[in-house]
């Protein structure tokens, strides 16, 4: 794939997804938006990958947020758009994804930067990372999600802190939060992310894709999460994976899902 600010690399059923605008500390403009939807696109309608990582390029983001000298200018149809487009082709895109994506963040994840590692299935994050979600210091509100997901993972009380006073936290306390799963030294996060989706990927795949929307039912208004769960556990009984895992395991050996 030909992309400029995105890198897309494969390590056996795994695609690493790169933000890579180092200069900019990795900030989210148009492009790269643009890009990040193809390479995720992309990878996940390859059936070999089976479990994706989203990092940033260098030693210090992860992602510093909505490129801000590209917004600055616009006017309320304009950053509506931004926030729409956003929504429906990076973030809710990401969340929905078939295919499980971990984010290693790696630095700062600021704004939109902690909005798309929100919006990965779950995050590790190495030691010297640093998130908040400053937008109310620029007069603007988070408009990727961050509203909505902060609260998900850490508590109303403490997203309200978090948005309202827009300042950063550190790794170890995003751990304590519930933000992040694990903290580790940077040499060890794609090390460790890898070793999670190593795991991850011995399982179904159908069986956590079902999974993954059975989850997200529960935070989508409107949607009743345990009856999705019910219909997806019900589809799962119609799949070739459901026979070998069952199979396998009645039979005393591991199963093979491919
Ligand atoms: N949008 C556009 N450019 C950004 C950016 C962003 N969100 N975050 C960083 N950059 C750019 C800087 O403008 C600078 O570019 P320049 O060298 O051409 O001037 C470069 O990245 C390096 O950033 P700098 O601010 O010099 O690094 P720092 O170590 O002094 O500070 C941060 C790091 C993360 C604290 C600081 O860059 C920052 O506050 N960024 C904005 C965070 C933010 O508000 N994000 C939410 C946006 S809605």
């Known amino acids: 794939m030909n992309l400029e600010n995105v890198l897309v690399d494969l390590k056996e059923n795994i695609g690493i997804v790169t933000v890579n605008r180092p200069n900019k500390l990795n900030a989210l403009n148009k492009k790269t938006i643009d890009e990040l939807h193809l390479a995720f696109k992309k990878l996940n309608e390859d059936s070999n990958v089976k479990v994706i990582i989203v990092t940033g390029s260098g030693e210090k983001a992860f992602v510093a947020g909505a490129d801000i000298a590209e917004f600055s200018n616009f006017d309320i149809e304009e950053g509506t758009e931004l926030s729409r487009k956003g929504h429906e082709i990076l973030f809710s895109y990401v969340q929905n994804l078939e295919t499980p994506?971990?984010?290693?963040?790696?630095?700062?994840?600021?704004?939109?930067?902690?909005?798309?590692?929100?919006?990965?299935?779950?995050?590790?994050?190495?030691?010297?990372?640093?998130?908040?979600?400053?937008?109310?210091?620029?007069?603007?509100?988070?408009?990727?999600?961050?509203?909505?997901?902060?609260?998900?993972?850490?508590?109303?009380?403490?997203?309200?802190?978090?948005?309202?006073?827009?300042?950063?936290?550190?790794?170890?306390?995003?751990?304590?939060?519930?933000?992040?799963?694990?903290?580790?030294?940077?040499?060890?996060?794609?090390?460790?992310?890898?070793?999670?989706?190593?795991?991850?990927?011995?399982?179904?795949?159908?069986?956590?894709?079902?999974?993954?929307?059975?989850?997200?039912?529960?935070?989508?208004?409107?949607?009743?999460?345990?009856?999705?769960?019910?219909?997806?556990?019900?589809?799962?009984?119609?799949?070739?994976?459901?026979k070998e895992g069952t199979t396998a395991f009645l039979e005393k050996r591991k199963p093979n899902f491919d």
């Open 101 to 242: 994506v971990i984010a290693a963040v790696n630095g700062f994840a600021l704004g939109g930067g902690l909005e798309l590692a929100m919006a990965a299935h779950f995050r590790v994050a190495s030691s010297n990372a640093k998130m908040g979600l400053p937008e109310v210091s620029l007069g603007v509100i988070p408009g990727y999600g961050g509203t909505q997901r902060l609260p998900q993972l850490v508590g109303k009380g403490k997203a309200m802190e978090m948005i309202m006073s827009a300042s950063m936290i550190s790794a170890e306390e995003a751990k304590e939060w519930g933000l992040v799963n694990y903290v580790v030294e940077q040499a060890e996060l794609l090390p460790l992310c890898e070793k999670l989706a190593k795991k991850i990927s011995q399982n179904s795949s159908v069986a956590i894709s079902a999974a993954i929307k059975a989850v997200n039912a529960n935070y989508t208004n409107c949607v009743n999460g345990y009856s999705v769960e019910i219909e997806n556990f019900g589809l799962s009984f119609g799949t070739d994976d459901f």
